[in-house]
Every structure is written in structure tokens, then in C-alpha cells.
């Protein structure tokens, strides 16, 4: 079954360092979008993404949030100067056109320090 | 402003019981509740999903029970099993292709052997 991935799983960073977490939305899938979920709480929705452009942020993503699809097949989520409070994971995630169902990748866990 | 409203925040039901969270939501625009399951470590991934045209729908062991009038859904899982023990989340979204999914704060599930 075609699948959301994520990379890196797990990264340690000092505070104000530039972050960059790549994602692989499903091959077919046209609608992209970045979650993140601070330990214990809910998912909370970060962008989306479509036609090369943002369609919606929220105001979590700040200046320091950026989004990036470099090629065909990555989309990528940088943080230019992370803060501890950046420590969260974050999902990835796709959807076809079309459709409302989004598929979610297994995250990537930053921590901040 | 907390758009979608999830009850319990945690739930102990013993095997073979029913399990039964409750989510309410406040935008009427809101055209699509899916229903997100999450294990530790992991995405969450979509269990089941409804529009408002249908009161019910049913997947296996299943169902979401959905109340436009009173703005309200709940899963129910039935014959609740040990490895359903996970993190729910109930979420929607408006009916627009590229729209944003909105998740309520999670219920903790636990089943107990």
C-alpha cells in the first residue's frame, strides 16, 4: 500500500539552528500538508500545499517556518532558527484531488535543546 | 477557539465491551468527519470516515453515529479487543478539495485483557 515517508525519524538540534525535515507524499497525490504534534496533545495543522504554492497556514507557522517541493517527489518543511518550543513531531501528510481522505507518514520527532 | 470537542480524554472498557467517544463540532461549513486512530510512535492513520448525508456508517466492528442537528459524532467500537487500544482522534474538515483537517484533543483508549 502506497505510504507517506519521512526522514529523518528522530533529530536533536541546538536552539537557533536550521532544521529541514523531508517528506514523500504518495506518488499520485497532489495536496500536501505538515502537522505537528507536541508531546501528549493533539495534532495541529501547520500548511498546506498546493500547486507549487501555500493554500493555508496556520499561525503556528511563523517567519521562521518554511515549506519547500524541490523536485517531483519532496516536500520539504525547513525551520530556519528552531526554539525549544519547536520540539514536536511532525506529520507529513497527502491527499489525491479530489478527495478529503489525507494520509499521514509515522513522523518526525524533533527536539530541541 | 476549540472547534471540534472530543469526550473522554481517556476511556477504560474491558474486552469484548462497546467503546464510545464523543466529538461535537461548531463550524456548520464542516462537511467531512473522519475518525484517526494513533499508536505510540506512530501517524495516525484513518480508521473511518462520514458525511453528513448519512446518520450511520458502519466498518466492521466500526460505526460512526452522526448528528447534524445537534452537531454531534461518536465512534463506537464494538467487541472492543486489546490491540484497539490506541489514540483516537475525530476530526473534520469543510467540503473544499484542499482543505485543512481540524482534530479534537484525543481520548486514550485502553482495553483491558
Known amino acids: 500500500e502506497p505510504e507517506v515517508t519521512q526522514t529523518p525519524s528522530h533529530q536533536v538540534t541546538q536552539m537557533g539552528q536550521e532544521v529541514i525535515l523531508r517528506c514523500v507524499p504518495i506518488?499520485?497525490?497532489?495536496?500536501f500538508y505538515w502537522y505537528r504534534q507536541i508531546l501528549g496533545q493533539k495534532v495541529e495543522f501547520l500548511v498546506s500545499?498546493?500547486?507549487?504554492?501555500?493554500?493555508?497556514k496556520s499561525e503556528i507557522f511563523d517567519d521562521q517556518f518554511s515549506v519547500e517541493r524541490p523536485d517531483g517527489s519532496n516536500f520539504t518543511l525547513k525551520i530556519r532558527s528552531t526554539k525549544l518550543e519547536d520540539s514536536a513531531m511532525y506529520f507529513c501528510a497527502s491527499s489525491e484531488s479530489g478527495e478529503n481522505t489525507i494520509y499521514f507518514g509515522e513522523g518526525s520527532w524533533l527536539t530541541v535543546v | 477557539q476549540q472547534q471540534v470537542k472530543q469526550s473522554p480524554q481517556s476511556l477504560i472498557v474491558q474486552k469484548g465491551g462497546i467503546s464510545i467517544i464523543n466529538c461535537a463540532y461548531e463550524?456548520?461549513?464542516?462537511?467531512?468527519f473522519p475518525w484517526y486512530q494513533q499508536f505510540p510512535g506512530k501517524g495516525p492513520a484513518l480508521l473511518i470516515a462520514i458525511r453528513p448525508d448519512v446518520s450511520e456508517k458502519k466498518e466492521g466492528r466500526f460505526t460512526i453515529s452522526f448528528n447534524k442537528s445537534a452537531k454531534q459524532f461518536s465512534l463506537h467500537i464494538m467487541d472492543s479487543q486489546p490491540g484497539d487500544s490506541a489514540t483516537y482522534f475525530c476530526a473534520a474538515s469543510r467540503g473544499d478539495r484542499d482543505d485543512k483537517i481540524i482534530f479534537g484533543k484525543g481520548t486514550r483508549l485502553h482495553i483491558l485483557p
Open positions: 463550524n456548520t461549513a464542516f462537511d467531512y
Open positions: 500545499f498546493y500547486n507549487n504554492e501555500i493554500s493555508e
Open positions: 506518488s499520485n497525490h497532489l495536496y
